[in-house]
């Protein structure tokens, strides 16, 4: 392997410094025997049995749970149906300003997202809890879900599908049977995604709950202002550590499925 | 190998397709029932397509065509990239609809109807195998959609198997065969649901050149086990040759000839046809009937030649003849041939079993002869720059107005 010049390597510690530093300390702190976060006293995991017996949070962390797996589920399936309208449907009319509304939400300020929920929610009556942070999660999801999906779609070789309709599969039957089932690597990205996104919105989130439902970032973020505690360190590294393992798991997962994919195509060829 | 090679391994393979008449049916021996509904004014086609035109926004595609296809035969679409061969074959199978003019299946206008109710399956260029579904599922794939039950379909993926000798993969999935075997679950899948039409598209255009040869042979001999009707797709016009009972030439939307392979050979239509099929010289003069069915041709520089036709021309009627390399020979000394020509040898290509001879004419033009090297390398005659004569008879050469 060739050795990094000195210019690259130094821009290379420099760039990961900057973006694991902060966490690194975070990560550290939270093992911290001492109330006091800057002041390092002893190794300890108290904050996490402590962490345990907070209601307040644990409340929280389900709800955040249940609003991610939700609004994300829903979000998949609406965003990959709104992908595969605009990558498959042909020139329909008004496809081009269709296609830019999808992706609007993408550069939109999340405060007006947010705002004008809140205006609408307000506007139908609807009470503002559990289920509104749902259908705002959605909203936003959404075009994050149908950009994976249709980045994936427009490589998909059409003639798959033509041949499933050549086989006698109606429209419906060719999707479910070739289409979904290639294209569902890209649909779980979609769905890991908008989960992601749903686990730490805050500022929408703020905007559209109501006093029944407080979220996990919300909590984090309201307990901050009454000084920093080595339980939100704690609480934060179990976050670091579960979002870590599963992107760790998933890179592993794939990169090993294509090496065998590879070394099965070449045992195929040689065996001819 | 050259296409001549090819075509005549076909016509000695023994298979129904030597059934197929040769280019004066009365060469064919009367006791051979002659495969050829074409020529048959009773036979009702399985396809028709009857004025036929295909426009994509400006851009004509199809340009009003007529054209019959009879059931059982190994029909193919020849024609430079972009000839509106693909567009025909996406009609056939129902991902497109014709502009204006109607297409008909077994009597029945086909416009309109979806391709998943269509008696008529296509196996793609680039397989299109499904890559989630192991071979056994992919063949399986069609059967399942027509709810047929478990032990049918058991037995006709397993006959499926069995015809492309492909048993032992069946629990594979496409990524983990060959090229060649995922060309033959193609084939078997799109088989299975026994269409009354088999369209291929460039079947065996993913494939190296032996494996190619054996495999024209094998698709041939499926069409005859299997009794169905195949229309090729192909820009490859050896391998139409071999395996088709017709080939139609096309251009630019139109089809110029549809014939057998040795009509379209040895009987060319148009210089278009003469030259997209194989190798062809080309002399262009001025026609002088000098008997019945015979002219003399005033080429430039080159001087008189004399050609037989059927086709009638006028006196003075610009003409082309077009003349196959291999009916050329190639002389030391001045023969005694209808037609003979002095030049000097130019370049040769050595293909092992034959030899081309470029040879310049006086007037710059290049004849190529063509000889069987039924010598070794070190008795032949001719070398670079010899001069020699070429020649050929009357009857040699097709004489063409366009």
New interface residues.
Partial sequence: MRRLSLFNSVSLTLGFAFLYLPMLILIIYSFNKSKLVTVWAGFSTQWYGELMQNEAFLDAAWVTLKVAVVSSTIATVLGTMAAYALVRGGRFFGRTLFSGMVFAPLVMPEVITGLSLLLLFIGIGLDRGVLTIILAHTTFSMCFVSVVVSSRLSTF?R??E??????????F?AFR??TL??IAPAVVSGWLLAFTLSLDDLVIATFVTGPSATTLPMKIWSSVRLGVTPEINALSTILIGLVATGVITASLVSKRNLVR?QR??R???R?? | MDQNQVGYLSRLSGRGHDLRPTSYSERTPVSEPVFAPWNDADATPLITFQNVTKKFGEFVAIDDLTLDIFEKEFFALLGPSGCGKTTMMRML???ENPSSGAISLSGKNIAGV????RA???M???Y?L???LSVWENIA??LK??GMFKDALNARVDEMLKLTRLEKFAR??P???????RQRVALA??LA?APKLLLLDEPLGALDKKLRQDTQFELMDIQEKTGTTFVIVTHDQEEAMTVASRVAVMDEGRIIQVATPEHIYEEPNSVYVADFIGDVNLLTGQAKATGQDTYEIEVPVLGSIFASSVRPFSDGQTCHLAIRPEKVAIHAERPSADNAVQGKVLDIAYLGNLSTYHVELPGGQIIKAQSANTRRISRRTFTWEDPVWVSWTATAGVLLDQ
């Fill in positions: 070789d003639s798959l033509e041949a499933a309709l050549d086989l006698g599969a109606t429209p039957a049977l070739v089932p290639i994919m099965e195509e045992a195929a060829e065996a001819q | 199978a129902g991902f979806p391709p998943n109710q008529v399956n296509m793609f260029q680039s299109a499904f890559p989630h794939f069609g959609r027509d594979r999935k990524h983990q065969i060959s090229g060649g075997q899948r799109s649901k």
